[in-house]
């Protein structure tokens, strides 16, 4: 079965950084597109990045030149690099990847809540 187990969410303040991981088991990240999504309440899941199997990335306008997502092919993980983080950024965040017969994958998310 496979799995995504995300870490590293937490509390910080603006202005500060945190880094989300995503590790997967029974399946592979290197050959498949992986997205960060997050979902703050009372709104719709938005997509936040994502990284393909050629290692292209596309992030959201709302984090671009702050948030970083890279992949780790030996630890079959993805991550997700947020620095300069606002109170808006505060969601809980998903990692999300398809398999290759195009089946949707989710972890089970981690808060990120950031303080003004």
């Known amino acids: 079965q496979v799995q995504l187990v995300e870490s590293g969410g937490g509390l910080v303040q603006a202005g500060g950084s945190l880094r989300l991981s995503c590790a997967a088991s029974r399946i592979i990240f290197s050959i498949n597109v992986v997205e960060w999504y997050r979902q703050a309440p009372g709104k719709q899941r938005e997509l936040v990045a994502r990284?393909?199997?050629?290692?292209?990335?596309h992030y959201a306008d709302s984090v671009k030149e702050r948030f970083t997502i890279s992949r780790d092919n030996a630890k079959n993980t993805v991550y997700l690099q947020m620095n300069s983080l606002e109170p808006e950024d505060t969601a809980v965040y998903y990692c999300s990847t398809i398999s290759g017969a195009g089946y949707r994958y989710w972890g089970q998310g981690t808060q990120v809540t950031v303080s003004s």
């Open positions: 990284i393909t199997s050629g290692g292209t990335t």
